[in-house]
């Protein structure tokens, strides 16, 4: 469990923050008001932010008007930062901050415009992937930019008991790659990897179905972005398969879909959770910045 970095006798001089955990009328997630996450938090109200984020799967800490700087501090409560492989787009002197953006300065994209464009699981093609990610609204459009979450807790326990049996022991491949260079003919702009970067991101193998180490709560581990075949099954079957879990996993029971206020910042769960961004046009400015907590080997 993500404990405080203080010592005991910092701690104790702390001032607690006086904040409201909120339940969304959704599947999934909850708002945070009144939390300033730039400021000390102590160890009580740490343990509180902790327990929403295990309940509810994603929170949303309102009105953080915050610096690069707060924001990876804050993250690392957590756990220590993934570098993301398309150092592109890291936030200059911050490689720890993904820079998810549309614009384009002196027609160069500034940051990565294409982010989530399939439902995935961040870094789920690392053999640990991430605990969780938090994105911090910088620029937001005056229309479009939701993000959509499904909770993948809720997908597998509405599966069919026979389905349930059939993937339980189950493991698929995730590959970076997987669709890297669809996404490249789409959008040009989108770096070609140096081999290096490549090496970074060799294919991982994951369980169908990942226990959360922290609840015990089983959840479906499958993505249309990054997961490419069920180990040792024909690639017809394969396929057949893992588009049935896909389309079952983000059915509109199981989703949230948030629309972003300015200075959001969102964390969610990539262990109990997907994501998926619904899109801003091209000419409408979009910048948020994204820090990702590296998780353990999922069971």
Not at 24 to 47: C, N, Q, R, T
Not at 181 to 204: C, F, M, Y
Not at 220 to 239: A, K, M, N, W
């Amino acid at each position: 469990m993500p404990t405080a970095t203080s010592t005991d006798s910092a701690a104790d001089s702390i001032p607690s923050q006086a904040f409201e955990v909120r339940r969304f009328d959704a599947p999934v997630g909850a708002e945070i008001v009144g939390l300033d996450i730039s400021k000390p938090i102590d160890a009580v109200d740490f343990a509180r932010i902790h327990r929403a984020h295990l309940d509810h799967h994603v929170v949303v800490f309102r009105d953080q008007n915050v610096s690069p700087e707060a924001q990876i501090e804050f993250s690392r409560r957590f756990g220590p930062l993934e570098i993301h492989v398309l150092h592109q787009f890291h936030l200059k002197n911050h490689p720890e901050i993904l820079i998810v953006s549309n614009i384009k300065e002196n027609d160069e994209p500034i940051g990565l415009g294409d982010a989530g464009v399939y439902w995935h699981s961040d870094i789920s093609y690392k053999p640990k992937p991430s605990l969780g990610s938090l994105l911090h609204a910088q620029e937001l459009p005056a229309e479009g930019g939701d993000t959509l979450f499904a909770d993948q807790h809720l997908a597998w326990e509405a599966l069919s008991p026979k389905l349930q049996q059939k993937v339980l022991h189950l493991k698929a491949e995730h590959s970076y790659l997987a669709k890297y260079e669809d996404l490249r003919a789409k959008n040009p702009w989108r770096p070609k990897l140096s081999q290096a970067q490549i090496d970074q991101v060799a294919p991982a193998v994951q369980p169908v179905v990942r226990t959360h180490p922290e609840t015990g709560r089983k959840a479906l581990f499958v993505s249309e972005h990054f997961t490419t075949r069920i180990v040792g099954l024909p690639q017809d079957e394969s396929d057949a398969l893992l588009g049935e879990l896909f389309a079952h996993s983000v059915k509109s029971e199981f989703v949230y879909r948030h629309a972003w206020k300015p200075h959001d910042l969102v964390f969610w769960d990539n262990r109990s959770l997907m994501h998926l961004a619904a899109g801003t046009a091209d000419n409408i400015r979009r910048k948020l910045y994204r820090t990702t907590v590296i998780g353990d080997t999922p069971r």
